[in-house]
């Protein structure tokens, strides 16, 4: 049997790719998080503080662009998995930083089966200046999305 293919204009039809999308990443953490026990943005998580040990968890936040409470919410199931440690930075006291365990370590490794393997496949493949105008169009439709719920 043929799939009937029902036109719905560009905005419509980008929304339908972006919803394919979501599920498959929604389908993708959740195999993630079966096989390697950790969800796809947990998984964001230890590899940026993997990237970047001593982070703050403000710092991280905005680098991910999401809500401190969102983080703290992750960090404190990351830190209760072991996977993740809180310390006083040695440099200010007052501070706290973000650093992994050797079994958070042991997941801050690239792999298949992981949502960034999908997404270095893609971009591997695409020349540095696609990669550039990719990643500009998504700033661009996040910040919109962002202006109308305000």
């Known amino acids: 049997m043929t799939a009937v293919r029902y036109p719905l204009g560009p905005s419509l039809d980008a929304l339908r790719r972006l919803w394919r999308l979501e599920?498959?990443?929604?389908?993708?953490?959740?195999?993630?998080?079966?096989?390697?026990?950790i969800t796809a943005p947990q998984r964001l998580i230890v590899r940026c503080v993997g990237r970047y040990p001593g982070i703050t968890a403000g710092q991280l936040?905005?680098?991910?662009?999401?809500?401190?409470?969102?983080?703290?919410?992750?960090?404190?199931?990351?830190?209760?998995?072991?996977?993740?440690e809180r310390r006083r930075d040695p440099r200010d006291r007052r501070r706290v930083v973000l650093g992994l365990t050797r079994v958070g370590h042991a997941l801050d490794q690239p792999g298949p089966g992981t949502v960034e393997h999908s997404l270095e496949l893609l971009l591997d493949e695409l020349p540095a200046a696609e990669v550039e105008q990719?990643?500009?169009?998504?700033d661009r439709f996040a910040a919109l999305v962002e202006a109308e719920g305000r």
């Open 23 to 37: 599920h498959a990443l929604a389908q993708l953490s959740k195999r993630m998080e079966r096989r390697l026990g």
């Open 134 to 138: 990719f990643g500009a169009l998504l």
């Open 61 to 84: 936040a905005t680098t991910l662009h999401v809500d401190p409470g969102t983080v703290s919410a992750a960090l404190r199931r990351l830190e209760a998995r072991g996977l993740l």
